[in-house]
């Protein structure tokens, strides 16, 4: 073979491996734009703050931090003799209220009795008098109905319940920790509120829509998959620059960087599948691929 027919050779392979080269790169960018997909992705949940709506120290804590509990399970109690007194306590205002309405009815039934057989005998204003004693003891006895109300259930929040199905996490109560009415006291991971956030640059949002399916795969268990569905894609990020400085104006740094990063948006996948030997965390890693149409 001469040295000509074999640079021609040569110039054929080399330009068949640059087309070849270019198909796959074309390929891949087309991937890259209508199958977008990240490596900064989180699983993300609801977590709940219990908050106790009255106060006292704790004396029945019968659950443990990482432990699952049911919707309804107790998880602690608050000492309550206090409340129990004040129940007792409204419990006989309300009776000295219905008593002080049952002698006021029985004052303006005898004065108008009184009145009708002599007119006389009693004034007209004496009588207004003695009705608008009974309309007060008649609120006198509804007030004392809502404060004994109150009390029950100041004495039924002693004792505080998971609201949902989840995990107990980051337990730092103690028997006898004090409790502050409406301050939380521990936080609990709804187990059925499990999402992924995937954070996909600006330029791959283009093509996400609503309903697109995805493939989730934790960084935990690298090779069981899950399934998802887009479920909306975030409309805004925190801006870096333009907090009021000077005069109020918006201060904004300058910035010397001859290449300008894409900003990250995020995309809310709903989980679909999880497998069962997946226990998802709150937090943990994800990498996310979405299927566009």
């Known amino acids: ?66 432990q699952a509990v049911k919707k309804g399970e107790l998880l602690f109690s608050i000492d309550p003799r206090t409340y129990a007194l004040a129940v007792e306590q409204a419990e006989a205002k309300l009776k000295q209220a219905r008593a002080s309405k049952r002698v006021k009815e029985d004052q303006a039934r005898r004065a108008r009795i009184l009145y009708k057989k002599d007119k006389g005998a009693i004034s007209e204003q004496s009588l207004v008098r003695k009705d608008n004693a009974l309309l007060v003891a008649l609120a006198d006895v509804d007030v004392a109905e809502a404060n004994l109300h ?34 939380p006291a521990l936080a609990l991971v709804d187990i059925n509120s499990f999402w992924v956030h995937g954070f996909f640059k600006e330029t791959q949002i283009r093509n996400i829509r609503p309903g697109n399916k995805a493939v989730i795969k934790l960084m935990s268990y690298p090779d069981t998959p899950l399934d998802g569905v887009v479920e909306s894609i975030g409309w805004g990020i925190a801006q870096q620059d333009g907090a009021p400085g000077a005069d109020l104006l918006p201060a904004i740094k300058p910035s010397f960087d001859w290449i300008r990063l894409a900003q990250r948006i995020p995309v809310r996948i709903r989980l679909t599948h999880i497998p069962e030997e997946v226990e998802l965390r709150v937090g943990t890693t994800a990498s996310v691929f979405v299927i566009t149409e």
Do not use: C
Not at 162 to 183: E, I, M
């Open 150 to 183: 109150a009390t029950y259930l100041d004495r039924e929040f002693t004792e505080v319940r998971a609201p949902v199905d989840g995990y107990v996490t980051n337990l730092l109560l103690r028997y006898g920790s004090q409790t502050v009415a409406n301050q």
């Open 1 to 66: 073979m001469s040295r000509a027919k074999a640079r021609v050779i040569r110039y054929a392979i080399t330009l068949g491996a640059i087309i070849l080269a270019g198909f796959v790169l074309a390929g891949m960018f087309r991937e890259y734009l209508f199958h977008p997909w990240t490596r900064d992705g989180h699983v993300r949940a609801q977590i709940i703050k219990i908050t106790p709506r009255v106060g006292g120290p704790i004396v029945d804590l019968p659950v443990e931090d990482n």
